[in-house]
């Protein structure tokens, strides 16, 4: 196809594990529309001219997290960024920095999947529930209070975003973190303690040194870096009591 | 044993990581603890399209509400195709396991005195749908999905595409699959699986469903010998925006938007479904059943009373009486999708619509704990026809349904794994057969003329035709041709992709091939109804036939491939069948 | 939930640059602002200095001053009035992420929390002056 005014130009990287030894960029043209997305030249570039690209996507309506690609430096969810905003191109369309790369645009995150439980991102209770009578009570406000980081679709974008993760990979990251606060905040959740002692390590919320970024780049206006910053309070308090009081009294 | 062919054995494996496959999971670990149990799923679990649900999930709760009312409301909305003592299980079960949920801490929205709140849903004669704002199902898979993380026993399989079940005469005994970080392919035994792979839509042209939405179970377990139950039933959910098919969740409407035509005029009215009346009416107008407001659409554009747009004609969804303040507490994802996707801002502006393929009623039959003809084979969630939904499902029973008969087949499945025997030698050569046939015949394989998104693209085309809001028979007959055609031209698509790592090349191989054998299960079993029944509409058939056709239609595969249909009685307790009647 | 250990293909694991932080304007700012503490650290010193100086009475006092007057100093001293300008700007921006300051169960927005962090150094900084110069 000709480069002209309806069509745009995609540079992308291509990867094959068992024949690259390393990335390269591929360049593409697929039709400039207005109701295009990144993802969509990505699957017109799947269906009709080269069938061999590969990436991730599925609900293409921002939900699922799937599609988190770097598009000109930036990390976005490709069924969310249209490809009009990027005209006249090139665009350039990338794996989520800061991860191992598999394939073309996807990336390994496993990690972030062995971190995630360590969290103990679920409702942690003192008293032991097992018959269910009536709903635990929760009012609106309560539920306010921990509802925007429940958000988090696990997109990745946020790591891909932090330089703090890229050099240090044992950094327990935004979405993780901010999925602990989620539950914390829940008031049916009496398990904040269980998750201080995790993110009191240094892989846990002293890692982040607040670049901010994570926060900027989510879809879903999570807040990680606010997440972060408050749990860092919580730990400088318990670390003050722990050296103030005595244990007993702890 | 050869090298690295059986790549572990488990006690029950379940496929699919939506909200029935954890489901299922969960009920497992917490039933017997020394179970191994895995889980098996092409996609992350939290990618899953549970995901999509925006509405809610249906269940008794208000004190001026019923379990009786719930049934009936289901089983006139099934057109009485629904199974009545599956209905029965179901709505009495739905209550406790929203509030199993609610206590693993998925975010309801609450009532001012902490209790969950309720919403008003289409079909359903009293408020009884819990939800948590319009992003449900997000909110119940990932807190479904993080609650599974507690269950350090459930093993998992993320981004393993299942291929083929393991089975002899009597019972199932694993999968293959092939693992996409890799490219290898491996089995994996189990006494018993559960397929928990959701729905079919992307064997439409236009749908809400998700890209990894192909059938997969369904056609795993078609292909196992399993039948597949009332496939001619696929819901057109009335709303959703045009070009994407992205879903504007019927909540916008049980909280008061109007549906109206090209002359602004409220059109449900015409159709036998109650008269306007300013705030919203239960069972009535805007919240009737979604098979007939999408019918209504269809008559209402060979009226001449829809307006045109690039993607065909559409009417509109007008919230702009609700104010901003209710539509972000109660439908903010429904704003941040029309801002992002259709540019427009539902506070001021009209939102388009027009009918998309949603939800299928049928799919892999199964009995009312899930369990499917072949030993050791269960199947829950849209993958699974029970059938609660029968003709026609009303909106906000199918999250619900994930976690009842989740919850219940994950139970029948760890009883049927307690008592069966060892696996079967035999299955090994069963699993390298289909090694062989991935490996040999489709890795690399070199194209004969023809592409895999052409087929796909006539596929779609021609089920839309087919078996689109009305059918008829000849369509139908003539799509069952194509279909067939399609299936011989599949053999020439070649496989261009020759890396192991995240072939999605060979995986859309076999995705497509299981939506045509869908497709052509949806047509047959059409084309043999010879009635107008809940979504099932014909043209040349349009009355309901209680004579002949209360009844299930179950497809089986010929050993050639070719789709034979029987039929099953419909159970009914209580409720003989009668009239369906809305609005009035 | 335990996920297996599976055979790994031959990923592509990318390097950060030593220059990452020249990438990106958010980054370039966030190195700056920790390139700051230095300078942060510079006035306690030199504060210090002229405390102690101040103590030893005034011929110190004097020497103290005519070294501060020195144009390397005034250059150094601009140079870190600069940075310190920024590290308040920039922490008192991030001030709302940290406290969930919270007024009648309402959330108080970002810019009220801002807003009173300069009112308090305007504050502090007037006292001080008046200290000083009374």
């Not at chain 2, 309801?108 to 319009?134: E, H, I, L, Y």
């Not at chain 2, 079919?200 to 078609?222: E, Q, R, S």
């Not at chain 2, 239960?282 to 979604?290: A, F, I, N, T, V």
């Not at chain 3, 305007?122 to 008046?130: D, E, G, K, T």
Request: proline content about 5%; some cysteine.
């Amino acid at each position: 196809m000709a480069s002209n005014e309806d069509s745009i130009r995609l540079e992308v990287t291509r990867y094959r594990p068992d024949g690259d030894s390393e990335p390269q960029l591929q360049e593409y043209d697929v039709p400039l529309r207005r109701e295009w997305t990144v993802l969509d030249g990505l699957n017109h570039v799947k269906d009709e001219v080269d069938t061999t690209l590969s990436f991730r996507w599925s609900c293409r309506m921002g939900i699922c997290g799937s599609c988190g690609m770097n598009v000109d430096g930036e990390p976005k969810l490709t069924c969310a960024t249209f490809l009009s905003d990027y005209a006249p191109g090139p665009i350039r369309v990338e794996p989520l920095s800061n991860f191992p790369i598999i394939r073309d645009l996807v990336v390994d995150i496993d990690d972030f999947m062995q971190k995630l439980p360590k969290v103990s991102p679920w409702i942690i209770r003192d008293d032991d529930v097992t018959e269910i009578d009536g709903e635990y009570l929760q009012t609106p406000e309560e539920l306010d209070a921990y509802k925007q980081f429940s958000m988090c679709i696990n997109c990745m974008l946020c790591y891909a975003a932090c330089p703090v993760y890229g050099l240090d990979p044992e950094f327990m990251g935004p979405a993780a973190i901010a999925l602990a606060e989620r539950y914390d905040l829940d008031s049916r959740d009496h398990g904040a303690r269980e998750r201080l002692d995790v993110l009191i390590e240094h892989e846990g919320v002293w890692g982040c040194t607040f670049v901010g970024e994570c926060t900027t780049v989510c879809p879903k206006h999570v807040d990680p870096a606010g997440a972060i910053q408050r749990y860092k309070l919580k730990a400088a308090k318990e670390n003050v009591k722990a050296f103030v009081l005595p244990r007993f009294l702890q | 044993m050869s090298e690295g062919l059986i790549r572990a054995a488990h006690d029950v494996l379940i496929v699919g990581g939506g909200a029935a496959g954890l489901r299922a999971a969960i009920a497992i670990a917490e039933t017997d603890p020394d179970l191994d149990v895995a889980v098996i799923s092409k996609v992350y679990p939290m990618r899953s399209h549970t995901v999509s649900a925006e509405g809610g999930a249906a269940g008794v709760i208000a004190d001026d509400d019923s379990i009786d009312e719930h049934i009936y409301d289901t089983i006139s909305g099934s057109d009485w195709l629904g199974d009545q003592d599956a209905i029965e299980a179901f709505v009495n079960e739905a209550p406790r396991e929203l509030l199993q949920l609610e206590h693993w801490g998925c975010p309801w929205s609450r009532q001012d005195d902490g209790r969950v709140a309720v919403r008003p849903f289409g079909g359903m004669k009293k408020k009884r749908t819990w939800f948590a704002a319009d992003k449900t199902g997000f909110h119940m898979l990932h807190t479904l999905f993080q609650t599974t993380l507690k269950y350090r026993e459930v093993k998992r399989y993320d981004e393993v595409f299942v291929t083929r079940l393991l089975h002899d005469d009597d019972r199932v005994h694993g999968v293959v699959g092939i693992g996409l970080y890799s490219g290898k392919i491996q089995a994996v035994t189990a006494k018993a699986v559960i397929l928990a792979t959701g729905g079919c839509g992307k064997v439409f042209p236009f749908t809400t469903n998700a890209n990894i939405n192909t059938g997969d179970g369904m056609g795993l377990a078609y292909r196992a010998g399993a039948p597949l139950k009332d496939m001619e039933f696929v819901q057109y959910h009335p709303t959703g925006l045009p070009f994407t098919g992205i879903l504007i969740t019927e909540a916008t409407r049980a909280e008061g938007g109007w549906l109206i035509n090209k002359d602004g005029y409220r059109y449900l009215q015409d159709y036998d479904l109650g008269k306007p009346t300013p705030t919203p009416e239960l069972r009535s107008m805007e919240l009737g059943p979604r098979d007939r407001l999408s019918q209504a659409f269809v008559h209402e554009v060979e009226k001449g009373r829809t307006t045109d747009s690039p993607w065909g004609p559409i009417v509109h969804l007008d919230l702009r009486h609700l104010g901003a303040d209710l539509i972000d507490t109660k439908l903010p994802f429904v704003r941040e999708l029309c801002l992002k996707y259709e540019r427009i801002d539902p506070v001021h502006e009209l939102i388009p619509v027009r009918p998309v393929v949603h939800y299928m009623m049928g799919g892999v039959h199964t009995d009312i704990d899930g369990a499917t003809p072949l030993g050791g084979l269960y199947a829950a969630g849209e993958t699974a026809c029970v059938s609660i939904n029968g003709a026609n499902r009303l909106g906000s029973n199918s999250l619900p349904e994930c976690l009842v008969f989740g919850a219940r087949a994950g139970r029948a499945a760890a009883e049927f794994a307690r008592s069966a025997g060892p696996t079967p030698g035999v299955i090994e050569a069963q699993a390298a057969d289909e090694v062989r046939r991935l490996e040999r015949d489709l890795l690399g394989k070199e194209s004969g003329g023809e592409s895999m998104a052409a087929i796909r693209g006539e596929l779609q085309a021609t089920m839309e035709d087919a078996a689109g809001i009305y059918r008829t028979g000849p369509e139908m007959a003539k799509g069952i041709d194509t279909l067939r055609e399609l299936q011989q031209r599949i053999g020439r698509v070649g496989i261009a992709d020759t890396s192991r790592s995240f072939n999605t090349e060979l995986l859309a191989a076999l995705e497509l091939a299981n939506m045509l054998d869908i497709g052509e299960c949806i047509l047959q079993s059409g084309l043999q109804r010879e009635e107008s029944r809940g979504a099932h509409q014909r043209t040349d058939f349009p009355d309901r036939d209680d004579e002949q056709f209360l009844k299930h239609q179950l497809v089986y595969r010929h050993r050639d491939g070719t789709p034979r249909v029987e039929s099953m009685p419909v159970t009914i307790t209580r409720w003989p069948p009668g009239e369906r009647v809305y609005g009035r | 939930m335990t996920t297996p250990d599976v055979t790994e293909p031959r990923v592509h694991r990318p390097t950060m640059s030593t220059w990452w932080w020249t990438k990106k304007r958010s980054y370039f700012v966030f190195v700056m602002r920790e390139l700051s503490s230095f300078f942060i650290a510079w006035f306690v010193a030199f504060l210090l200095v002229l405390v102690a100086a101040v103590g030893r009475g005034d011929a110190a006092y004097q020497d103290f001053l005519d070294w501060a007057a020195a144009p390397w100093m005034v250059a150094i001293n601009l140079i870190a009035f600069a940075f310190l300008v920024l590290h308040v700007v920039t922490w008192f921006s991030l001030t709302p992420k940290a406290m969930d300051v919270r007024i009648r169960g309402e959330k108080a927005p970002a810019a009220v929390i801002i807003a009173s962090q300069y009112v308090g150094l305007a504050v502090v900084s007037a006292f001080v002056l008046w200290l000083v110069t009374r």
